[in-house]
């Protein structure tokens, strides 16, 4: 009896969420790349981690310059972080506009004198 009763509660919760969850396809992009895109970035994405280990290791090298200089922060974005942001978190045949939209390039931060 028990068990029949925690069953029903069981499928009432279930129903609950399935109903409850709306349209899930709304969060899909709205336009999607197409299949050629997708199968081209297969081959993109291997050679992406191969450049990214590149750039790991010119890094490494270029780590007591960087540190000189102070600007350790833009050679890891710019040999590091980059790469690897292109290679793993890029959508599937997305190839413009993979940056979040909010990043700028450090050229709009320069300071120009009067």
């Known amino acids: 009896m028990n068990r029949a009763k925690y069953l029903k509660i069981f499928m009432i919760g279930c ?45 490494i090298v270029a780590l007591p310059f960087a540190m000189s200089s102070g600007s350790t922060g833009d050679a890891w ?17 997305k190839f413009e506009d993979w940056k979040r939209p909010n990043e700028e390039s450090d050229s709009s931060k320069m300071i120009t004198s009067d």
């Open 77 to 93: 974005d710019a040999l590091v972080a980059e790469p690897f942001q292109f290679t793993f978190t890029r959508p599937l045949g």
């Open 15 to 59: 129903l609950f969420f399935a109903l409850s969850a709306g349209n899930v396809s709304g969060a899909l992009p709205v336009e999607r790349p197409g299949a050629f895109a997708m199968v081209i970035d297969v081959p993109i994405r291997i050679l992406g981690i191969g450049l990214a280990v590149v750039g790991t290791a010119f890094f």
